[in-house]
């Protein structure tokens, strides 16, 4: 038997984990209570290739037969899934390697996390002997949305998107997936990398980059195990990669250690390293979704001229202070926009930026308006922040906001236009329209402001390092 230290075509390997044709089920159950259960369920939800269940207790599992052994399903299998109590991986990742599984998921825990590391290094060596790559242990499955394929606990699969979330946490990715549903925001691709042993950040950055599905990378990070391999791969993404990264405190370094059995590092040194490699570190989560939604749907502003348009006066103040915060210029209209404005809007509201139209709504204020923006140019990224009252409809200037996105479109136009719908209940169904639009829409100013901020400097990393960006073309093109 030949020993791999490393797979030649990582890209390869992970495509029979992302997208394979047959998976075998290893511990799977008939109680959906059950992890085996559970996750058998959702695989045969949507996924159209081969399942086989395995499990030496059950002849008959959800409907299919059951094998004993993997070496028992007479067709090749190309993806395993390893649901089992730690003391048996070993012995079934070694029955894996030898019916030739080229991929496996491994959501067993008792590894390294609990300082199991002797037992963790045995697995890896087995992976390596017969060339197979792994995700975890200690991992609570994946999610590809483009392949039908949930492979996870999570209940369903996610909207399609463009944004590929690697968590380091299975749980809280898993809860951040349902959410992005109940919220509307689309997935690719959703990776709880468990203890990394094998496949990890680095191998998931390079494949996510050659990834057509995936347009943003986001990221729960508590460690980085290959720091100079990991910046060099991000580094050579044109795709943003947006991150959050936890044990900052020394309780929370602590907790990290014992989660996933990563050392958390100096946040100073991660903080340089993330800045080296363009990565847009964010200090939450709603600053995580929130960046990578603006990615997924919007094009990079050539500059940091940002205009405002508000029927309220108030979250156009709060909007201006949060740009003044976040290194954003509020930038000076042109005369003319601004006599374009002033036939839409009431003589006493304001058409100066930020631009107040003073509780006044309708599709011909709002339209004309952020027409009149687009034109200035001087602007280079549009606000648009409806606050709903019981005298307005949130419904008109949604329609306007996305009849003037895909205009934009067509012209290829690399102006962001980002909305906030304020009001609850009362902007439901404005804000459904801004969704089929693809408008990244915010409930409050300060959160559509910070997203903002992240598609800028992340065009000013590009134009730094000269990835994927034109420097002489104007309107701001990517290639």
């Known amino acids: 038997m030949v020993f791999i230290n490393n797979c030649a075509n990582i890209e390869y390997m992970l495509e029979s984990i992302f997208y394979p044709e047959s998976i075998a089920v290893i511990g799977a159950s008939n109680n959906e209570i059950k992890w085996g259960g559970r996750i058998l369920k959702n695989i045969l939800n949507d996924f159209k290739g081969k399942v086989y269940p395995v499990n030496p207790g059950e002849k008959i599992i959800q409907g299919l037969v059951s094998y004993p052994s993997i070496l028992d399903i007479p067709d090749e299998v190309e993806m395993a899934m390893v649901i089992v109590p730690a003391q048996f991986v070993l012995s079934v990742a070694e029955e894996c390697g030898k019916k030739g599984v080229k991929g496996l998921i491994v959501v067993s825990a008792g590894f390294s996390e609990t300082g199991n590391k002797e037992l963790e290094d045995q697995l890896l060596s087995i992976i390596r002997k017969y060339g197979m790559r792994m995700i975890g242990p200690n991992t609570l499955g994946i999610v590809n949305e483009p392949a039908g394929l949930n492979a996870s606990i999570i209940g369903r699969l996610p909207r399609p998107g463009s944004i590929s979330f690697i968590t380091q946490s299975g749980s ?36 996510l980059n050659k990834d057509n599905s995936t347009g943003v990378i986001a990221m729960y990070v508590e460690g980085i195990k290959r720091g100079k391999e990991f910046i060099e791969a991000v580094r050579k993404v044109s795709k943003p990669v947006v991150a959050i990264k936890t044990g900052r405190s020394k309780r929370g370094a602590k907790a990290v250690f014992s ?6 590092g100096s946040d100073e040194v991660y903080s340089a390293a993330f800045r080296q490699a363009g990565i847009l570190r964010v200090d939450d989560i709603d600053d995580l979704f929130d960046a990578a939604l603006a990615f997924s749907c919007q094009p990079l502003p050539v500059g940091n001229n940002v205009a405002i348009l508000s029927n309220g006066g108030g979250a156009s103040i709060v909007a201006a202070d949060e740009c003044e915060r976040q290194g954003l210029n509020i930038v000076d209209l042109e005369e003319r926009t601004m006599e374009k404005i002033k036939k839409v809007i009431p003589g006493y509201a304001s058409s100066s930026n930020p631009i107040d139209t003073a509780g006044t709504v309708s599709f011909k204020i709002y339209n004309d308006s952020i027409q009149a923006l687009h034109d200035d140019p001087n602007v280079e990224a549009i606000i648009v922040i409806y606050v709903h009252t019981m005298m307005a409809n949130a419904m008109p200037p949604a329609e306007a906001v996305v009849e003037m996105k895909q205009k934009c479109a067509r012209q ?68």
């Open 172 to 207: 809280l990715g898993l809860a951040l997936a349902e959410w992005t549903i109940d919220t509307g925001i689309g997935l690719s691709k959703v990776i709880s990398t468990g203890n990394k042993a094998d496949v990890d950040d680095v191998d998931l950055i390079e494949y």
């Open 412 to 479: 290829k136009s690399r102006k962001p236009i980002i909305s906030c719908w304020m009001g609850g209940a009362g902007t439901e169904e404005g804000v459904e329209i801004l969704k089929s639009g693809c408008i990244p829409n915010y409930p409050v100013p300060e959160r559509a402001v910070k997203a903002l901020s992240c598609l800028i400097r992340h065009r000013e990393f590009l134009e730094k390092v000269k990835i994927g960006v034109e420097p002489e073309d104007k309107m701001g093109r990517c290639k």
């Open 259 to 264: 989660h996933t059995g990563s050392i958390a």
